[in-house]
């Protein structure tokens, strides 16, 4: 038996260890907002806040999901503000993806 919070965090405790106790229910976070868009390298998707409560506060209303099939074993995700440009910390490592979308991939990916 599962009980929620105000807040929208739902508790079970599970006998099989893989499951995690913690979780939201479906109708908390965002869904997809139109279609997703395919891009060079993966895909794009507008996304929008649901009306459920909110756990920090200032939640931004609608977010631009970007996913790029990298390799065969690396999927990159980024959740951005298509409404204000925020600071990114620069690393030496890390460059912008250039290449196109992996095939034969080794996951899947479900929105």
Avoid at 68 to 97: C, L, M, S, W
């Amino acid at each position: 038996q599962s009980a929620c919070s105000l807040r929208g965090c739902c508790w079970s405790p599970e006998s099989d260890t893989s499951v995690p106790w913690c979780f939201f229910s479906p109708n908390h976070g965002y869904k997809v907002q139109g279609s997703q868009r395919s891009t060079k390298a993966g895909f794009e998707a507008t996304l929008s806040r649901l009306p459920s409560p909110s756990l920090f506060g200032n939640d931004i209303q609608t977010v631009l999901l970007t996913g790029e099939y990298q390799t065969k074993n690396r999927f990159r995700f980024k959740i951005t503000d298509p409404g204000a440009r925020r600071f990114e910390v620069p690393h030496e490592h890390v460059r912008p993806f250039t290449g196109t979308a992996a095939s034969e991939l080794g996951y899947r990916v479900h929105m």
